[in-house]
């Protein structure tokens, strides 16, 4: 079984530019997620997909952050435009169901540096 | 609202030796709990999780961990730790009803 694939592996850009990742999940699973990594902290859940729909996005900064999964599959996160502080490891995660009970399978990781 | 806390950030020790990560969390409903490690470079993969059951929960890489809810935690154990186990380790709670939270993660380093 293929894992969450992620990509780019690393970019970097300078403020105020925009950036985008990309996420293709474990074929099946319904739920996909984004989280944030900051360096030293755990991952923080930015935005819940469920197929196509969102479940959740209380967390996403929406005035630069936004995300769609139009047809159910892979996901896109885009900034824009980008802040120092959004330095982080954006992290795509997927699941067979819809609780979290089901535990996650996560990609690598998008590391951004923003300088 | 739910919250978990992993008491130690760095724990150092030598190979072969016993470990013991903790965590200790915070609900006011019933948790679900689990243990995620993430080797440097790489996402974070399941180690165990806690549903429901036998308190005691065994895990991939020889890791087990103890659900304690009177104390509020779920420490992660290994009676033998290998220079491989050399990993950041998290703890998540998660409720029926929310979304996992996740500690800020505990850095394993094995020496030889």
């Known amino acids: 079984e293929a894992g969450v694939a992620q990509s780019p592996r690393y970019k970097i850009i300078e403020k105020r530019q925009s950036v985008a990742f990309w996420c293709n999940p474990i074929?099946?699973?319904?739920?996909l997620y984004w989280y944030q990594q900051i360096l030293g902290q755990g991952p923080k859940l930015l935005i819940q997909?469920?197929?196509?729909?969102?479940?959740?996005d209380s967390q996403l900064p929406k005035d630069r952050f936004s995300a769609e999964r139009l047809k159910g599959v892979d996901s896109t996160l885009k900034i824009q435009p980008a802040k120092l502080e959004d330095s982080a490891v954006y992290l795509c995660?997927?699941?067979?169901?819809?609780?979290?009970?089901?535990?996650?399978?996560f990609g690598s990781g998008t590391r951004l540096t923003v300088v | 609202a739910q919250s978990v806390t992993q008491l130690d950030s760095q724990v150092p020790v030598f190979e072969e030796a016993p470990v013991e990560l903790r965590c200790n969390y915070s609900?006011?409903?019933?948790?679900?709990l689990f243990w995620y490690v993430q080797y440097p470079n790489q996402g974070l993969q399941l180690l165990l999780k806690?549903?429901?059951?036998?308190?005691l929960v065994k895990g991939i890489n020889g890791f087990e961990a103890e659900f304690n809810k009177s104390q509020t935690s779920f420490h992660l154990r290994k009676p033998s730790v290998h220079i491989s186990d050399t990993a950041e380790y998290f703890c998540?709670?998660?409720?029926?009803?929310?979304?996992?939270?996740f500690g800020d993660g505990t850095t394993l380093t094995v020496k030889p």
């Open positions: 997909f469920q197929n196509n729909g969102v479940v959740d």
């Open positions: 995660a997927s699941s067979l169901g819809d609780r979290e009970i089901d535990g996650y399978t």
């Open positions: 806690y549903l429901s059951g036998s308190t």
């Open positions: 074929s099946g699973h319904a739920t």
């Open positions: 609900s006011s409903v019933s948790v679900y």
């Open positions: 998540a709670v998660n409720t029926n009803a929310g979304k996992s939270t």
